[in-house]
């Protein structure tokens, strides 16, 4: 029996058809992944379900019988739940607190029943093994457990068919592990999930079928078990996918970053980074492994300028740039491609033309004599980079950052840096949350860099990627350099050893 059927599907935002006559036909009781690029039109489609969108045109049934579904209530009624990509908890609120919310249970006498409430959330916990404290404080919880809050609360409401945007995204690998339990343990319960991803090892782990979208248009739906995971890239993505980042041997120039005795205090009044010595020269690709927390961030504050310097240098070609603005930094060849995107990679409310000239603005060609910013100059600037960088933004250059997508507006950071010609180039968590193509793509460019001679640092949690782009390895473990491998000799074993404190 078929749980959803949303036929012809088309959904157009100004200048965007993000849904174009998708189907989807999900069965009762499977675990069905919708798999796309990002941009591809699946949280659209998803919402649309969920009641947050309305189609433009198409028809939509849940277990057989044609509906309307027009807000999130009319969802909850035809037994439909969504776990969105940003949670709504209320922080300091208890589990159960955040799970009646809205539906406050009352006692005969018109009183608040929260012991009920408890009772009930405890027992969802126990039949779908989540293990969810019901009197925990939000606030106290790890992000893993907020997310299972979420599941409880749309299972308090009695949904059948639930729906997961990237759930993964915010995860842990052994988190997503037990999250995919889950998944399992809900499909046995009887009930039917339906979950956004862009990650083929999730697909494969977890999902009977798979629906792909890619530029909006449905492409194919298809069994998991009897599909690779090279053919669902490639369904995905629209073009065979290389896994394997292809470069040639380096050929290590001088010593273009030097870090000496660094130490940097963190947010919390302790040195997160603690008398680190590094050498990253050019022409090679430098990796920083380690696990999240250990220092990573506030290296890369450092050299940056973002982070005052406690004690120790930091020299660039020579020059100790350690009480150096950011921008003098800039301006003596360093580029950096942020961890954190919206905070310090873009100006979200600016068009992509302006983020594109954000550190060189103030200079010839785009500002005359006058100190006037050159229109028409940063507009062509812009048109050149979509085309050499792939960037796809519906309005061209004119674009509003805010309005792009991940990948995309990575790829405008990675072009800006780029295009300043940085002689080193600091790149942290460069592919994090992208989907394969783009992935591929920020690697290819990443290696051409190098080989132009320029010095990379590459900060990566992701160990498959600090093995496949990586020159020189650097574990990072509390602050302090365990040990630094060539990569022939660097496998995961030994790096995850020195990640974990071994020195080598
Ligand atoms: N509210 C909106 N207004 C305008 N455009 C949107 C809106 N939501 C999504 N889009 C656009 O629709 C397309 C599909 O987006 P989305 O469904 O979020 O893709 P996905 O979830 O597959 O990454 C993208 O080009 C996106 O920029
Ligand atoms: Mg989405």
């Known amino acids: 029996m078929l749980a959803i059927e949303m036929l012809e599907i088309t959904k157009v935002f100004p200048g965007v058809l993000a849904n174009d ?15 796309g690029e990002n941009g591809a039109g699946k949280s659209t489609l998803m919402s649309i379900l969920f009641g947050l969108y309305e189609p433009d045109s198409g028809l939509i049934r849940i277990w057989g019988k044609a509906v309307k579904i027009r807000s999130p209530n ?10 969105h990509q940003h949670f709504k908890l209320v922080h300091n609120f208890t589990v159960t607190e955040n799970i009646v919310l809205g539906l406050e249970p009352h006692n005969a006498l018109g009183n608040l029943d929260l012991r009920s409430a408890e009772k009930r959330v405890a027992e969802l916990s ?11 404080r939000i606030e106290n919880i790890t992000v893993g457990m907020q997310q299972r809050v979420e599941i409880l609360k749309i299972l308090y409401r009695d949904a059948d068919i639930l729906i997961f945007d990237e759930p993964t995204a915010v995860l842990t690998p052994q988190e997503i592990d037990e999250l995919l339990a889950i998944f399992r343990r809900l499909k046995s319960e009887g009930k039917t999930i339906l979950f956004i991803t862009h990650k083929l ?8 079928r798979c629906t792909v979208l890619r530029r909006g248009k449905y492409i194919d739906t298809l069994d998991v078990s009897k599909t690779g995971e090279a053919e669902l890239a490639e369904k995905m993505v629209g073009r065979a996918v290389i896994f394997r980042i292809e470069k040639k041997q380096a050929r290590p120039g001088g010593v273009v970053l030097k ?16 008398g680190l010595s590094l050498d990253v020269r050019a022409g090679e690709v430098v990796g920083i492994a380690g696990v999240d927390g250990n220092g990573q961030s506030e290296l890369v504050a450092a050299i940056a300028g973002l982070l005052p310097v406690k004690s120790g240098r930091v020299l660039l070609k020579g020059n100790d740039v350690s009480k150096e603005s950011i921008r003098n930094r800039n301006e003596r060849g360093l580029g950096l491609v942020p961890e954190d995107r919206h905070r310090h990679g873009l100006v979200l409310d600016f068009r992509l033309d302006e983020n594109l000239i954000l550190k060189s603005f103030r200079r010839r060609p785009y500002s005359n004599r006058a100190g006037f910013l050159r229109f028409p100059v940063i ?45 080193l180039l600091i790149v942290s968590q460069p592919t994090r949350g992208l989907d394969v193509g783009a992935i591929e793509y920020i690697h290819r460019r990443i290696v051409e860099e190098r080989d132009k001679g ?13 093995l496949g782009l990586c020159d020189r390895i650097a574990a990072l473990s509390k602050g302090q350099v365990a040990g630094v491998l060539p990569v022939e000799e660097a496998d995961e074993r030994r790096i995850g050893a020195m990640m974990g404190g071994v020195h080598a």
């Open 21 to 35: 006559r998708v189907n989807l036909r999900v069965e009762q009781g499977e675990i069905h992944a919708l798999l």
């Open 74 to 83: 009319d969802a909850t009624a035809l037994r439909i739940g969504m776990v």
């Open 126 to 136: 126990e039949t779908y093994g989540l293990a969810v404290d019901p009197r925990a």
């Open 201 to 208: 090892k999730e697909i494969k782990a977890a999902a009977d």
């Open 259 to 274: 870090i000496e005795d660094l130490t940097v205090i963190g947010a919390k009044g302790t040195p997160a980074v603690s």
């Open 379 to 423: 507009f062509r600037h812009a048109e050149t980079l979509i085309t050499d960088f792939d960037i796809r933004a519906g309005n061209g250059p004119a674009t509003l950052a805010k309005s792009m997508s991940g990948g995309n507006q990575q790829k405008v950071i990675i072009a800006r840096e780029i295009d300043l010609s940085p002689e």
């Open 454 to 466: 320029r010095a990379v640092l590459l900060v990566s949690f992701e160990l498959d990627e600090i």
